[in-house]
């Protein structure tokens, strides 16, 4: 399994960004699926941002971006999007995608490269 993360990059406060996330050896269709973050100055610390049932029927979002980023799925290409809209200096980090328990917000299998998001003021 390796998980692939990208579409980061320098933002200023109040853009948006998508980030893309794909996973060989994994159908998303049949994983629940979660983005992370690592913040600077955190970086033991994969932070939950959001997750996507792999029905596609339910997602969770956490707190701090709730109502600003939502997820997306291409079943046929088999890509998980992150929708990033209004970003803050707050979402400058490395974005992670990963498999998930559903309500166990951690990450199931070996983490990819992350992708960089920077977001300035």
């Known amino acids: 399994l390796q998980l692939h993360e990208s579409g980061g990059g320098l933002v200023q406060a109040g853009g948006s960004l998508t980030l893309s996330c794909t996973a060989s050896?994994?159908?998303?269709?049949?994983?629940?699926m979660g983005w992370f973050r690592k913040r600077p100055g955190e970086e033991y610390t994969y932070e939950f941002v959001?997750?996507?049932?792999?029905?596609?029927?339910?997602?969770d979002y956490a707190d701090p971006v709730k109502d600003r980023f939502f997820l997306a799925r291409d079943n046929n290409r088999n890509i998980l999007y992150l929708r990033m809209t209004n970003l803050s200096t707050k979402g400058t980090a490395d974005y992670y995608c990963?498999?998930?328990?559903?309500?166990?917000?951690?990450?199931?299998?070996?983490w990819g490269k992350g992708t960089r998001v920077t977001v300035s003021a």
């Open positions: 990963n498999a998930v328990r559903w309500g166990a917000w951690e990450g199931r299998h070996s």
């Open positions: 959001a997750a996507l049932s792999w029905s596609g029927n339910y997602s």
């Open positions: 050896g994994l159908t998303l269709t049949i994983a629940d």
